[in-house]
């Protein structure tokens, strides 16, 4: 899987607080496995409370499994924070949290 970050994607109400897609690579090409917003790509009463403008996407980093379920994590910069997020098979964010920077 790759991650890349799109930093003005809107919202459904027009926020363009970034997003960051999951893509998989397939036998024939490259296809998007998930998008993570504020509110899509989120499971398990995950929340990512971002403002309008917040750079969802701006920095990405992918990170080892710290929680042993076989899947990598992520770590994205946006709204003063680093968040952490443990991702699914599936390529949702089960679970989120901010690192506060400064």
Do not use: F, K, Y
Not at 28 to 57: C, K
């Amino acid at each position: 899987d790759l991650v890349c970050g799109s930093r003005r994607s809107e919202t459904s109400n027009g926020d363009a607080v970034g997003a960051l897609l999951v893509l998989r690579q397939t036998g024939t090409g490259v296809r998007l496995l998930q998008r993570i917003t504020s509110e899509d790509g989120l499971a398990g009463g995950a929340t990512l409370p971002l403002g309008n403008l917040a750079g969802l996407g701006n920095a990405v980093a992918g990170m080892h499994d710290r929680d042993g379920d076989g899947v990598p994590e992520l770590a994205a910069g946006a709204g003063g924070c680093v968040w952490l997020m443990h991702l699914t098979v599936a390529g949702t964010a089960r679970s989120v949290t901010c690192v506060s920077v400064g």
